[in-house]
């Protein structure tokens, strides 16, 4: 795993995303209903809101950095199966995680899905204060992974590795 630093957010991107995760609820309704594989109960939104404000995080921080890149739709009226974020043609999966959760997952379907496949899961861990720390993940690590059972599916998981020596410069997030 790949340390990529900590940056300060703006603060209007939980707002943002608080109103793009109602908006995504909304749009794909049918796709997460009750009964299909999608379904993930009264937690959708929660977990809209999540994933959008991790991929507005990112953006940000990839626009901060002066790091050029092209970005999939973040909310679009069916799932789309391409990457969140591609930097000089490295595709990236943007995975958000909770402030106080030291646990990384990534979907096992979503993850063996050759339509949905990256070379970088990149996870944003958000922090206090509009904080984020920004941690890289290579597809071929996360293979290596625990694999566990959760409530609605199935998913690899890992620890944070709370080590920042680890930070490498290996021409990912260059520009």
């Known amino acids: 795993m790949i340390f990529k630093g900590t940056q300060q957010y703006p603060a209007i991107l ?10 995504r609820t909304k749009l794909s309704a049918d796709v997460y209903s009750v009964g299909s ?14 994933g959008i404000l991790g991929e507005l995080v990112a953006q940000n921080f990839l626009i901060e950095n002066n790091i050029p890149f092209e970005s999939a739709l973040i909310v679009d009226t069916q799932p789309l199966p391409e990457p969140d974020i591609t930097i ?5 999966d943007v995975k958000a995680v909770k ?10 379907k979503a993850h063996l899905n050759e339509k949905k496949k990256c070379e970088f899961y990149w996870f ?9 720390s920004h941690y890289l993940a290579s597809y071929s690590e996360v293979n290596n992974w625990t694999v566990k059972e959760l409530r609605y599916t199935k998913a690899f998981v890992n620890k944070i590795k709370r080590n920042h020596t680890q930070h490498e410069n290996n ?3 260059t520009s």
């Open 14 to 23: 939980e707002r943002v995303a608080s109103e793009m995760a109602q908006l």
């Open 37 to 50: 594989e999608g379904y993930r109960g009264k937690q959708e939104n929660n977990i809209s809101y999540l």
């Open 88 to 92: 000089d043609g490295i595709k990236m």
């Open 99 to 108: 402030p106080n959760t030291y646990d990384l997952y990534v979907n096992y």
């Open 124 to 132: 944003v861990k958000l922090e206090d204060n509009h904080k984020a």
């Open 171 to 173: 021409g990912v997030f």
